[in-house]
């Protein structure tokens, strides 16, 4: 009969999911525990009752919510969106040095594989939140480094070399005539500058300083390397890395508390079926 009743809790228990069963042996109620149990009097109703407060919670899932182990609950999903996002973030920053301002599109098109894979995280304990300001995140990200790139680029890269200051040029933009600063550099190639701070029509041939790209992929920066003011957009792009990592571990936190909490739950629904 004893050989009987090991074999019915053994059967019971592997029906169970396998994060109900993981959830029994944390809270100390494995199968040896409940093979113990039903050795005694009564003992198969009482093992009957545990294991049916746990097939209960497993079964109370709400869409979205994250299956499989507990030690890896809420972790895969927000590290596979934050993965996605940085990826994307690097590939726009990286399409930057070939595209320019276009880069921002390239950004945008990653932005629908992060936003696929925010999709596929949990909705609960506070993850729908989370889930759309990591993605809000991402995109305040790719916008501002496609306009601070350049700057951040000449910062990190230039050289501060003395120029020339060369005829400007002039071009029609949206129904006015705009005049554009350009520098001579001492190989004696001619460059409109980057960030047309100043007005140079009236200083042609002066000599001045200015943050050249030895690579040549950007325009000079007329004035030294300090006065490149790009602290607004670093501020405003750190921010938004800093919401980028900060809100999936969050959301981790979140779903392994929500986990233990359920998990605590049901041992307190065991200790009651066994006494």
């Known amino acids: 009969m004893a050989s009987e009743d090991e074999r019915s809790v053994d059967d019971l228990f592997a029906e169970l999911p396998e994060d109900g069963r993981r959830t029994l042996e944390q809270v100390g109620m494995g199968l040896p525990e409940l093979r113990r149990i039903a050795a005694g009097q009564g003992g198969m109703r009482q093992v009957r009752g545990i294991l049916s407060e746990f097939t209960a919670t497993a079964d109370r899932r709400r869409r979205g919510d994250d299956e499989g182990p507990v030690q890896r609950a809420a972790v895969w999903p927000w590290l ?17 040095l070939v595209l320019g301002g276009l880069a921002l599109l390239v950004g945008v098109a990653c932005g629908v594989g992060v936003i696929m894979a925010a999709l596929r995280t949990r909705e609960s304990g506070g993850g729908l939140v989370l889930r759309w300001v990591t993605v809000a995140a991402y995109f305040v990200l790719i916008v501002v480094a496609s306009y601070a790139s350049q700057e951040w680029y000449l910062r990190l890269r230039g050289a501060e070399q003395t120029v020339t200051i060369a005829e400007p040029s002039h071009e ?8 554009y600063c350009r520098v001579r550099l001492p190989d004696d190639s001619v460059h ?68 233990r909490r359920n998990g605590t739950s049901g041992a307190n629904g065991a200790s009651g079926a066994t006494e």
């Open 80 to 96: 596979r969106l934050f993965l996605v996002a940085v990826a994307g973030a690097v590939v726009c920053a990286l399409f930057h």
């Open 172 to 179: 029609w933009s949206h129904g006015a005539r705009q005049t």
């Open 192 to 259: 409109r500058v980057f960030s047309n701070r100043e007005n140079c029509a009236d200083r042609v041939g002066e000599r001045t300083t200015a943050v050249v790209d030895p690579s040549g992929r950007y325009g000079p920066f007329l004035g030294a390397r300090s006065e490149i003011d790009d602290t607004v957009e670093t501020a405003v792009a750190l921010g938004a890395l800093g919401v980028l990592v900060l809100a999936p571990a969050c959301a981790v936190a979140l779903g392994r508390s929500r986990t």
